[in-house]
């Protein structure tokens, strides 16, 4: 990892192709309150407050996507899980925004407030 070797970034499209083919595990680290309000399907939460590498279970043979909001957070999880070492790391480019900008299936609380009474 360095300036001139900058840590892979994958589209919303290709992470649901990975996920869907069982190639990947999908790692939230943004905080409880945004991932109970909406999140995706499956998808691990670890907020970036709490995350340590030191802790964070051994994952082989499967790509780690990690996501947040925007990708801003992500990468930074991202960049601290390279450093100690993790391996097949890819940051979600647009974090959630971008999965739901592809049209893609959320789920939460977000859900349970809407009034769809007519």
Same mark, same amino acid.
């Given at each position: ?10 589209? &919303? ?10 190639? &990947? ?50 990468? &930074? ?19 959630? /925004? ?16 809407? /009034?769809?009474?007519?």
């Amino acid at each position: 990892m360095s300036e001139d070797n900058p840590l892979p970034e994958i589209t &919303a499209e290709t992470a649901k192709a990975w996920l869907d083919a069982r190639e &990947a595990v999908l790692l939230d680290v943004r905080e409880v309150h945004e991932f109970e309000f909406e999140n995706v399907p499956g998808s691990l939460l670890l907020p970036l407050s709490f995350l340590d590498p030191d802790c964070f279970p051994p994952i082989t043979g499967e790509k780690v996507i990690v996501m947040c909001a925007i990708g801003k957070r992500s990468a &930074a999880a991202q960049k601290q899980l390279a450093r100690a070492g993790l391996a097949n790391l890819y940051n979600l480019a647009g974090g959630l /925004d971008a999965w739901k900008k592809a049209g893609y299936e959320t789920q939460g609380g977000k859900y349970e407030a809407m /009034d769809f009474s007519i």
